[in-house]
């Protein structure tokens, strides 16, 4: 008798724990995308969410090769440097857009503006004004990009620590 009802209450949890997927409604309300349990507009779109496995969720993940033996501190500060290296290769981007940018302008040159910077010909005053904007944005750069070589170093240390 005992058996049965551990049989049939273990049965029970197990049945319990597995849970219906959920249907939730995305509606665009004045060029906003809106979420609800209910049709929130004639063209709301049902999305079905996958409920989580309860049994892989609570189960011990293995970190990935990166952290294994990272102390929380460590890890944080790895966190840290990846968070400021993602900032600089942005920065970068952002430079080497508009340093493409203002070459491009700089390309549009006429001869009443090449003659009032004092070139001889438009081809020199391109030549001369995206010298000048090269130098004004390669230190930039540069120093970006050994900003992200130094993080990187760091990084790797914060690793390699017993």
Sequence with gaps: MIKAILLSLCLTITFSCLAEDIIVYKCVIKGIPTFSQTPCAKNAKAITLKAPNITQTNSTKVPDNKTVGVSVDDYLKIQKIDRKIANLKLSIKQYEKEYNDKKQQINYMTQDKA????????????????????????????????????????????????
């Design 115 to 162: 003659n009032r910077l004092g070139a001889s010909s438009i081809a020199d005053a391109i030549a001369t004004k995206i010298t000048s904007l090269k130098q004004s944005y390669e230190p930039v750069i540069q120093q970006a990009q050994q900003q992200i070589k130094f993080l990187t170093q760091q990084k790797l240390q914060l690793n390699q620590r017993p």
